[in-house]
C-alpha cells in the first residue's frame, strides 16, 4: 500500500477539498457531521439521504485528483482504492465515530489535542470557530442541543485521551 500523501503541498490542497466538499454537500444533499483531513486520507461522518453515498465520493475524489493532478503535473490514480464506510446503526455509534475521527491527528502525534488540528471539524463543533456552511449541527442535537452539547461533546472527546477538556461552555460568534 502507497499511502501517497494527498495533502502536502500547505493550505491550499486541504482548502480546495474543503471547498469541493461544500460543494458535494450541496449537489448530493449530503449531512456532514464530522470530518478531519490528514495528510494521506481523510475521514467523514455523515447522512446521505439520497442514497448517494457511492456517486458523492466518485465525484469528490474524481474531481479533487483531477485539480491535484492538474496542479503539480502529474497523471494517474490519486487514491488508492474505493473508500470505506460503515452504517451506523445508532446515534452512540455516531458519536463515537465523531470522536474516533476528532482524535485521528492526536493518535497520529501531530497535535497534543484536536482542537489544535485545523483541518477538521472539532474546533467548529465545539464552538472555539464559527461552523462551516456545509457541517450539520446534527452531532450536537444528538448530545441534546443548546450550550451545553458543545461541552458534552469536549468532554466525550476529551475522556478518550484522558484529559477532559474545559468545563465552559465553547461558543464561536
Given at each position: 500500500m502507497?499511502?501517497?500523501p494527498?495533502?502536502d503541498?500547505?493550505?491550499s490542497d486541504?482548502?480546495?477539498?474543503?471547498a469541493l466538499?461544500?460543494?458535494?454537500v450541496r449537489?448530493?444533499?449530503?449531512?456532514?457531521?464530522?470530518?478531519?483531513?490528514?495528510g494521506?486520507?481523510?475521514?467523514?461522518?455523515?447522512?446521505?439521504p439520497?442514497a448517494n453515498?457511492?456517486?458523492?465520493m466518485?465525484?469528490?475524489k474524481?474531481?479533487?485528483?483531477?485539480w491535484?493532478?492538474?496542479?503539480?503535473?502529474?497523471?494517474?490514480?490519486?487514491?488508492?482504492?474505493?473508500?470505506?464506510s460503515?452504517?451506523a446503526?445508532s446515534?452512540a455509534?455516531?458519536?463515537?465515530?465523531?470522536?474516533y475521527?476528532?482524535?485521528?491527528?492526536?493518535?497520529?502525534g501531530?497535535?497534543?489535542?484536536p482542537?489544535e488540528?485545523?483541518?477538521?471539524?472539532y474546533?467548529?463543533?465545539?464552538?472555539l470557530?464559527?461552523?462551516?456552511a456545509?457541517l450539520?449541527?446534527?452531532?450536537?442535537?444528538?448530545l441534546?442541543g443548546?450550550r451545553?452539547?458543545?461541552?458534552?461533546?469536549?468532554?466525550?472527546?476529551?475522556?478518550a485521551i484522558?484529559r477532559?477538556?474545559?468545563?465552559?461552555p465553547y461558543?464561536a460568534?
Amino acid at each position: 500500500m502507497e499511502k501517497r500523501p494527498i495533502f502536502d503541498r500547505g493550505p491550499s490542497d486541504r482548502e480546495q477539498f474543503l471547498a469541493l466538499l461544500a460543494y458535494v454537500v450541496r449537489r448530493f444533499g449530503w449531512q456532514v457531521h464530522a470530518y478531519c483531513l490528514m495528510g494521506n486520507h481523510f475521514h467523514l461522518v455523515l447522512d446521505t439521504p439520497g442514497a448517494n453515498l457511492s456517486d458523492g465520493m466518485r465525484y469528490l475524489k474524481g474531481e479533487y485528483a483531477q485539480w491535484l493532478n492538474a496542479v503539480i503535473g502529474r497523471e494517474g490514480a490519486l487514491f488508492e482504492r474505493r473508500f470505506w464506510s460503515r452504517i451506523a446503526l445508532s446515534e452512540a455509534y455516531v458519536i463515537e465515530l465523531a470522536r474516533y475521527v476528532a482524535l485521528n491527528p492526536v493518535r497520529a502525534g501531530l497535535v497534543r489535542s484536536p482542537d489544535e488540528w485545523m483541518w477538521s471539524s472539532y474546533a467548529a463543533t465545539i464552538g472555539l470557530e464559527a461552523r462551516p456552511a456545509f457541517l450539520s449541527a446534527g452531532l450536537l442535537d444528538v448530545l441534546g442541543g443548546g450550550r451545553s452539547a458543545h461541552v458534552r461533546y469536549a468532554q466525550f472527546v476529551g475522556e478518550a485521551i484522558g484529559r477532559p477538556l474545559s468545563d465552559e461552555p465553547y461558543l464561536a460568534q
